[in-house]
């Protein structure tokens, strides 16, 4: 191949078709540095308006054109959190399971339905979430928070069904095909060597999971961690549905709040003016560096286990 | 057998079911989930709803058939962004490039990818929507296409990867030139996994909701043309659930069990042509 003159490569027709994949390869990076030069472009109001304001002031008012995001980026964190509280055990536990007890072929059916549930779209999620679980939170849940634990902060006042633990707890169930794919293939790709190892110094099969496989696999169980908390903080349909869009700081997690994707999806179409679009762009903006970041590092972390893990395997 | 021996075991053999259980809960959600909208969905499906337009704000009765149509419309526009620049992008990283371009064209795409579909939907606004003045069927399609192109590229890519370097070297050795043998042993060597990139990645478009919102918008009757704002099943099930009404609930079940039944179709379909395929070596 490398004996052959650029005119026969051109003549064959090699080089024209190396051209044509390259201008449609190169029109993804085009696209990805066009999407944040446009977002940066128009957030240039508010940017300059309220410069660092924007992110600690908490008025948000379009009609005396006061932009303040501190609920929305709060309300955000806040549902991630939760959703990462009850995602992180539950996925983590079923990847142990998928990865180490079950038989391979009783584990690839498993994943293969885990595989489906991290296929549904994410407005059916807020459909069951306004008619399943924000009936069942206000019924049952709440109540019985209320009645056992109702003298932390965290769970007081009066129990409207919306708001960041229905908004988290619906984000858990969407997040965790994510912790649990990622998880399972991380805990996989540890060498047999090092479990057998373990049991073969006495440790139970339990030990040998916590003690040795969980902490070769920590950082590659992180990446996943981050990567289902980037979903988590872009997520808009289903959080839009239950969060119950009101702007508030509360550290009752019963209260309604808003995100902030659930604020660009609810106003964007509604916006008038120029500095109370680009207040929502910017929030775009923010969405976009958060993701950004963490998807980075999550991809990172990733790469860094499994490599370890094959290197200490053909060691 | 000593008390501490016997509690070691108790432990394993208590948080080991734990992690079943874990495992246990995390597949029924899929099962509730489904469960859920078949029975809702079912009862509440008819022929009018594939048939009708929408019925005015008051009155029972109606459909989605402008929704299902608008949907098709959309799709089909994303498609033909999508699957070109994912699939011709993913040739050009297997087959051609190596080194600088490439990490930087993966990069880009796996950026694209993590980018939220919100984020999207304000791209594709500033871009198509506000040149043109209005919401229309074209800026919806874009906005899906563009989330079509990082999941069809980098799969792609994998499945071309995994085309055993004996099969292009056969050919060269024959006398092909470079690009006769992708076309002609390379792409239809890795045919299946090419289609289930295309299937999985039109599957995830299909439900999306959040760019579609100030893209395509809606619409209670039907979109002729490109240019029209849209009705789209994801953004009707969206406002229909949310709206105060009972029978509007009724038909965002409907649409549910539809647009459900449609991707975790899609996607039963996409492994079943994985997984019939003869599986080519990595090499």
């Not at chain 2, 606004?125 to 043109?132: A, C, E, G, I």
């Not at chain 2, 009724?250 to 449609?262: E, T």
Request: with cysteine.
């Amino acid at each position: 191949m490398g004996s052959r003159s650029f005119l026969s490569k051109l003549r064959d027709g090699d080089e024209i078709a190396r051209l044509v994949t390259f201008i449609f390869a190169g029109s993804v990076v085009l696209i990805t540095l066009l999407l944040v030069f446009e977002l940066w472009r128009e957030s240039y109001l508010p940017r300059h308006k309220f410069g660092f304001g924007f992110f600690v002031t908490s008025v948000w008012d379009p009609i005396f054109d006061k932009f303040g995001a501190l609920p929305f980026i709060y309300g955000t964190v806040v549902t991630a959190a939760v959703a990462l509280l009850i995602a992180v055990p539950l996925g983590i536990g079923a990847a142990i399971f998928l990865a180490e007890l079950a038989p391979a072929r009783v584990s690839d059916t498993l994943q293969f339905f885990i595989d489906l549930l991290a296929a549904v779209p994410s407005v059916i999620y807020g459909l069951l979430g306004v008619f399943i679980v924000i009936p069942m939170m206000r019924q049952y849940i709440q109540p019985a928070l209320k009645n056992s634990l109702g003298f932390l902060p965290f769970f007081q006042g009066p129990a409207y069904g919306v708001g960041f633990l229905t908004a988290g707890m619906v984000l858990a169930i969407m997040v965790i095909p994510y912790i649990i794919s990622v998880s399972r293939e991380v805990l996989i790709s540890v060498p047999r060597d090092q479990r057998e190892a373990a049991l073969a110094l006495g440790s139970t099969r339990w030990e040998s999971t916590w003690k040795v496989v969980l902490p070769f696999a920590r950082t590659g169980i992180m990446g996943s961690i981050f990567l289902a908390l980037a979903r988590a903080l872009g997520e808009t349909m289903a959080v839009t549905m239950v969060i119950g869009n009101t702007p508030t700081i509360s550290a009752s997690l019963f209260s309604p709040g808003y995100s902030i994707a659930a604020v660009i999806a609810n106003e964007f179409t509604e916006a008038t003016g120029d500095l109370y679009l680009q207040s929502l762009i910017e929030l775009g903006l923010v969405l976009f560096l958060l993701t950004f970041l963490l998807n980075g590092m999550a991809r990172l972390l990733i790469v860094v286990t499994s490599q370890r893990g094959s290197g200490m395997g053909q060691a | 057998m000593s008390r501490r021996l016997r509690w070691r075991k108790f432990v394993s053999h208590f948080m080991l079911t734990m992690t079943g259980l874990c495992a246990l809960v995390a597949v029924a959600v899929l099962f509730f989930i489904l469960g859920y909208l078949v029975y809702h969905g079912g009862t509440s499906i008819s022929w009018n709803f594939f048939t009708k337009l929408p019925a005015p704000v008051g009155e029972t009765g109606g459909g989605m058939a402008n929704a299902i149509v608008g949907s098709a419309k959309l799709l089909l526009l994303a498609c033909l962004l999508g699957v070109p620049i994912g699939f011709f992008g993913a040739i050009y990283l297997a087959e051609f490039s190596g080194g600088t371009i490439a990490f930087v064209v993966r990069y880009a795409a796996d950026l694209l990818n993590g980018v939220p579909s919100i984020v999207i939907g304000i791209f594709a606004y500033s871009l198509v929507v506000l040149p043109f003045k209005h919401f229309s069927t074209l800026a919806g399609g874009f906005a899906l296409g563009l989330m079509m192109i990082p999941i069809t590229l980098r799969s792609t890519e994998e499945f071309l990867r995994a085309v055993p370097r004996a099969l292009r070297e056969g050919a060269m050795a024959l006398g092909a030139s470079q690009w006769k043998t992708i076309a002609s042993v390379v792409v239809p060597a890795a045919y299946r996994g090419i289609l289930t990139a295309i299937l999985l990645a039109f599957a995830r478009v299909a439900g999306e909701t959040a760019p579609l919102l100030f893209t395509a918008f809606g619409n209670r009757f039907w979109s002729p043309g490109w240019a029209q704002p849209t009705a789209s099943l994801p953004v009707m099930i969206f406002t229909y659930a949310i709206a105060p009404y009972d029978d509007w609930h009724r038909q965002a079940w409907a649409a549910g069990l539809v647009l459900l039944g449609l991707i975790l179709i899609i996607n039963i379909i996409a492994r079943v042509i994985l997984s019939r395929g003869v599986a080519v070596p990595r090499t």
